[in-house]
Antibody, heavy 117, light 106 residues
């Protein structure tokens, strides 16, 4: 069965970086793009960006361009999201999601990133 | 950047019909999906491609679109349907989420 399993919670200081993993299984890794969505406490869903797992190309929301990086390890069927220069308002649950057609059919369980001095 | 809007909350009595709307410029030309999110859980799709229901989603969930407004309808609402609902559209390859609507079953 399809699964997206994310790495555990992180606590970071302002200005630091965080790297979250999203390990996929149950399907051909390169057949589907992976998108990242975050949710600040008590807030809605915010689309961050996506990676084409076939060629590694990425695209980001303007809010994250220059500060976020998406990479993949095809041998491990894993996607990584790196966010730099963390601020307190980056405190959020970060989700990876598989896009199929025009929607997300599977989501990771979410990774809580807390940014606090 | 592209935006879609939703009302912040909707209240409904058990067994009644809840309607959640989503509006955006040229939304009639874009595929719309709807996601349900219960507290502490990841979102799950309840409607995709405007009006298709994934397997496992109860028939009481349906959706339609008129002009630039999409509507998610929950018929015979049950207590288990109390959740946040997000519409989602595509701006080229970028995902765009609405701000979410909290459906409260009173």
């Amino acid at each position: 069965q399809v699964q997206l399993v994310q790495s555990g919670p992180e606590v970071k200081k302002p200005g630091a970086s965080v790297k979250i993993s999203c390990m996929t299984s149950g399907y051909i890794f390169t057949d589907y793009a992976i998108h990242w969505v975050r949710q600040a406490p008590g807030q809605g869903l915010e689309w961050m960006g996506w990676i084409n797992l076939d060629n590694g190309k990425t695209r980001f929301s303007q809010n994250f361009q220059g500060r976020a990086t998406l990479t993949r390890d095809t041998s491990a069927s894993t996607v990584y999201m790196d966010l730099r220069s963390l601020r307190s308002d980056d405190t959020a649950v970060y989700y990876c999601a598989r896009r199929t057609g025009y929607y997300y059919d599977f989501w990771g369980q979410g990774t809580l990133v807390t940014v606090s001095s | 950047s592209y935006e879609v809007t939703q009302a912040p909350s909707v209240s409904v009595s058990p067994g009644q019909t809840a309607s959640v709307t989503c509006s955006g410029d040229k939304l009639d030309k874009k595929y719309t999906s709807w996601y349900q999110q219960r507290p502490g859980q990841s979102p799950t799709v309840v409607i995709y491609q405007n009006n298709k229901r994934p397997s496992g989603i109860p028939e009481r969930f349906s959706a339609s679109k008129s002009g630039n407004t999409a509507t998610l309808t929950i018929s015979g609402t049950q207590a288990v349907d109390e959740a946040d609902y997000y519409c989602q559209a595509w701006d080229d390859s970028d995902g765009v989420f609405g701000p979410g609507t909290t459906v409260t079953v009173l």
